[in-house]
């Protein structure tokens, strides 16, 4: 049931933050618009490592093809927290400020993100972008894939950059928690934890890449790739995503903890959640990265 782009517009609290690709080409070129590739890949991990993943930003595909003008940022090089064996981990407001900045970030201007296969990457940019404060951000809808399947213009090699600019953080709260504050959770009925993970994972049947298989004890699972439609990989309609939630029991008056492995499916989750009207949202930033590997945490498998 397609419907026109101006009433999804009515009902989406935050239209603005959602690009489409029409929109995006309209925009090339504008002195004002910023555009950033944010794609991270996820490799396996060397035979013995302790880690879940290697983490490689996608710079290789980014010098292959791209969208005309745009940046590349680098989420687990420069964005994240580099003092934690966790990956992806929201570092300090001056670090980001520094990042941002030198990308050309600042006020003033219409930042739009995107990245391949998944638009996690984007989504995690972009929930960042609101706990720092800044709400000039948009998600490509149906991200690069969308972008060349159309035909649409890119080009190649490495990023000509924007301008420097001063990036001033406001950082808000409650955009993050950490374990203690999920572990309570689990035992509010005014909070819904909720996570982002394929099912197998969800329900402890396949081994995790984490540690320990399983869930956040109590959590219920909107897998992240259910709220997007695997033929565009733009988001599924308003109507579909909200029957998602619902049929989890995630409610309005709820207040949402989103988590998933490492803090960035779940921000698929959030802005969803975002755009239906949701008001109390947060990220268990460490995720089962986290959680799978502390003993003193307890686990739920089916």
Not at 54 to 71: N, Q, R, S, Y
Not at 134 to 152: H, I, S, T
Request: hydrophobic share 40%.
């Amino acid at each position: 049931h397609a419907r026109g782009a101006e009433e999804i517009e009515e009902t989406m609290r935050e239209p603005e933050a959602l690009i489409s690709t029409e929109q995006l080409a309209g925009a090339l070129g504008r002195p004002d618009v910023r555009i950033y590739d944010c794609t991270t890949y996820l490799e396996p991990p060397p035979p013995g490592s302790d880690d879940p993943y290697v983490t490689v930003a996608g710079l290789k595909t980014f010098e292959e093809a791209h969208i005309p003008g745009a940046d590349f940022l680098d989420l687990q090089g420069e964005f994240s927290d580099a003092t934690t064996r966790l990956r992806f981990m929201m570092p300090q407001p001056a670090q980001l400020e520094a990042a941002f900045g030198r990308h050309g970030l600042g006020t003033g201007v219409r930042v739009v993100l995107y990245s391949i296969g998944s638009p996690m990457w984007a989504t995690r940019f972009w929930w960042m972008l609101k706990s720092l404060g800044f709400d000039g951000a948009a998600v490509l809808d149906g991200g690069f894939d969308k972008w060349k399947a159309e035909g649409r213009p890119t080009e190649g090699g490495p990023a000509r950059g924007y301008p420097p600019a001063r990036f001033a953080a406001r950082p808000r709260p409650g955009f993050f928690v950490d374990k203690r504050v999920v572990l309570a959770a689990t035992e509010d009925p005014a909070t819904v934890v909720v996570n982002a993970l394929a099912p197998q994972f969800h329900r402890g049947q396949e081994p995790g890449r984490y540690g320990r298989p399983g869930r956040v004890p109590g959590s219920v699972n909107v897998p992240a790739a259910t709220l997007l439609n695997p033929a565009t990989k733009g988001f599924a309609s308003l109507a579909d995503t909200q029957a998602a939630f619902a049929a989890q029991g995630v409610t309005q008056d709820k207040r949402v903890i989103a988590y998933c492995g490492g803090g960035i499916a779940a921000t698929v989750d959030l802005f969803v959640l975002h755009q239906l009207g949701y008001d109390h949202l947060t990220l268990y930033d460490a995720s089962m990265g986290e959680w799978a590997k502390d003993p003193s945490l307890p686990i739920e498998t089916d």
